[in-house]
């Protein structure tokens, strides 16, 4: 073995036992993996598209093996092509394709959505709703995209705070729940 590949294996080691002894994790490491895998897959797709010199922005982001894109672009024509070249990345057991018809959004927007973010996230700590590592909030222009493995009570009250938030326009909520 190789002096790197034991170093990644230690880190693997430890960052199981991490996750582990911070409580029940919702995803094995493996899971963790994976969707990393998957995401850079899916970017890799969308710069290397021969659309990617057009006016559009479009991102990737999975969770527990779900895979959610995002974005904007100019034609339905890109959204079906990134999606059917997307649909061929191995280990992906659902695609949600969120990908609109339209401009980029604004760096404006883009702050507000962070701070929307934010927000939920605060609140979702605050009342103890759900950990970080088991819920992914996704804000592109005022629509809040969730994903996560939480238990089917917490999903009602983490909804319920998505959409008083102030800012949020419309909820998706890509959630599977456990015990």
Do not use: W
Not at 81 to 93: E, H, Q, S, Y
Not at 126 to 142: D, L, Q, T, Y
């Amino acid at each position: 073995m190789t002096i790197s590949r034991i170093i990644l294996f230690s880190c693997a080691v430890i960052l199981s036992f991490a996750i582990q002894s911070c409580g029940v994790a919702p995803r094995t490491l493996g899971t963790y993996i994976e969707d990393h895998s998957i995401v850079s897959q899916a970017e890799k797709i969308i710069k290397e598209s021969n659309h990617a010199k057009s006016d559009f922005s479009v991102q990737a982001h999975a969770f527990n093996e779900v895979l959610l894109l995002t974005g904007e672009v100019a034609q339905e024509k890109i959204r079906i092509d990134l999606f059917d070249r997307i649909t061929n990345i191995p280990k992906v057991r659902q695609i949600q394709n969120e990908i609109n018809i339209s401009n980029p959004i604004k760096n404006r927007t883009k702050l507000t959505d962070r701070f929307v973010k934010s927000k939920i996230r605060s609140k979702m700590l605050f009342k103890n709703i759900a950990k970080r590592r088991e819920v992914k909030i996704i804000c592109r222009n005022g629509t809040v995209y969730v994903m996560g493995l939480i238990n089917s009570t917490r999903v009602a009250e983490l909804t319920k705070i998505v959409q008083e938030t102030r800012g949020v326009n419309s909820v998706v909520v890509l959630i599977e729940t456990t015990k």
